[in-house]
């Protein structure tokens, strides 16, 4: 992997070396979402880890490999008034990069907090935004992509309401859990020096032009479209939108590497980062709407997951119904 792309070669062997090999795949994916602001087709990133794994860290890191022009550190705190009234259009074309969402929603009241993922999923989405309430109303304006971090408890607690708002649709979720050995290996890598030097190592090169438009061929069309099924399936996010960001994914990756065209290299690291789009809160998800779509009873699927039908059944019904809602099965 990345014979042809030196710059995510760079950030990988950066991560791997300083942070281990579970946060490799992490930083290159956050580089993708960031240099896809500037992109026709943008690539948001959801990241999900329990709380200490370097959600922050790696965001931070992976700033210090571009332009300071090229993103907004949004910080955990910022409601809709605050980007209108503090950036404007100086959002087009910028990756937001939330630290800490599980910060952000708990500060808000609800109806603060509907406003807030409401528009950041229209922007990321459409790249326009209208606020109209009582006597306050303004427009935004602004081709964003988003980094947004969260801790795994606060997931647990708030994916309910980001799925039926579609929010989470907009996004590719990641999760990961870094292995004991690792997270040893990194304190002690850490004490046994004065200072980390975070960022030390730059991207080589990137594009002196940005790449506006990045071809892909049919046959690799073809293949993405079955990862966005595989992924689609595994994360039960909406097959439309998944497609939307694997496709989005690719092509950034792409132009991250100074190509305008998807080659083998993108095509084999969208297909590494799929096992860390499997949501660890539902477990079997997957198998239950694999075995589903092959024409199995409830009571079929239950067996074959060597589970109690009458205990069992309420959540496969719950996994087939959300499945069909968002249009996987």
């Known amino acids: 992997m990345f014979e042809e792309s030196p710059n995510s070669r760079v950030i990988w062997d950066y991560f791997n070396e300083n942070f281990g090999q579970m946060l490799a795949p992490v930083g290159v994916l956050k580089a993708c979402a960031l240099y896809s602001a500037r992109l026709p087709n943008r690539f948001n990133l ?7 794994q370097f959600k922050s860290a790696t965001s931070i890191i992976v700033q210090q490999f571009f332009p300071k022009t090229y993103y907004i550190d949004m910080g ?5 008034h ?22 952000l929603f708990s500060t808000k009241e609800k109806r603060a907090k509907e406003r807030l993922i409401n528009a950041l999923a ?6 326009y935004y209208k606020y109209s309430e ?18 795994l408890e606060s997931y647990k607690h708030n994916r309910g309401k980001l799925f039926e708002s579609t929010f989470l649709d907009r996004f590719l979720k990641v999760f990961y859990k870094m292995p004991p050995k690792e997270l040893v290996n990194y304190c002690r890598m850490y004490f046994n020096k004065k200072e980390l030097k975070v960022g030390e190592s730059k991207v080589e090169k990137l594009p002196k032009r940005l790449t506006r438009r990045c071809d892909i061929s049919e046959d690799y069309r073809e293949v993405l479209v079955g990862f966005s099924k595989d992924i689609s399936a595994i994360s039960l996010t909406s097959l439309t939108r998944t497609e939307e960001q694997i496709l989005a994914l ?9 190509r305008a065209e998807v080659d083998d290299d993108d095509i084999d690291f969208v297909r590494s980062i799929i096992s860390f789009c499997s949501d660890p809160i539902s477990p079997n998800q997957e198998k239950i709407v694999r075995l589903y779509m092959q024409g199995r009873s409830y009571k079929d699927i239950c067996l074959l997951l060597n589970m109690d039908y009458k205990t069992y059944k309420p959540y496969v019904s719950r ?11």
Do not use: W
């Open 46 to 52: 959801f990241c999900v880890a329990p709380v200490g």
């Open 76 to 80: 955990s705190d910022f409601t809709i």
């Open 82 to 103: 605050a980007i209108q009234s503090h950036y404007g259009k100086k959002i087009d074309r910028k990756c937001l990069m939330v630290n800490d969402a599980t910060l």
């Open 122 to 127: 229209e922007l990321s989405s459409e790249g």
């Open 134 to 151: 009582r006597q306050s109303k303004f427009e935004l304006y602004g081709r964003i992509s988003i980094i947004m971090n969260m801790s």
């Open 250 to 258: 690719a092509k950034s990756h792409a132009c991250l590497n100074g």
């Open 319 to 329: 996994v087939i119904q959300t499945a069909k809602l968002r249009g996987i099965v």
